[in-house]
């Protein structure tokens, strides 16, 4: 069982930067691979970024590629997304995933509010 927590959204204007945290409850956090997903009002959640277990290997979407960050630090059972140059399109709740090596079920945090005015 894995519990995340987001932190680090907000309200900010076009063009700012914004980091979000995600805080894992996990024994073996270096055996989780780590995304970030967002949901914006009427619409599917939609993939954001994926970190995996090393840290090894990162993914994007194409729509945040040279925008977001993903990174995480095994030692301290975190991860982030740092994003930069933000749109309004971003705007949405951000949520953050683990899933297991080898595992089949993937936990979410309860996702944290960015709203981004033009």
């Known amino acids: 069982q894995v519990q995340l927590v987001e932190s680090g959204g907000g309200l900010v204007q076009a063009g700012d930067s914004l980091r979000l945290s995600c805080a894992a409850s996990?024994?073996?956090?270096?055996?989780?691979?780590m995304g970030w997903f967002r949901q914006a009002p009427g619409k599917e959640r939609e993939f954001v970024a994926r970190i995996t277990w090393s840290g090894g290997n990162t993914y994007y979407a194409d729509s945040v590629k040279g925008r977001f960050t993903i990174s995480r630090d095994n030692t301290k059972n975190m991860a982030w997304l740092q994003m930069t140059s933000l749109k309004p399109e971003d705007t949405g709740v951000y949520s953050c995933a683990a899933d297991r090596r080898g595992g089949t079920n993937v936990y979410w945090g309860q996702g944290t509010q960015v709203t981004v005015s033009s």
């Open positions: 996990a024994r073996a956090f270096n055996e989780y691979n």
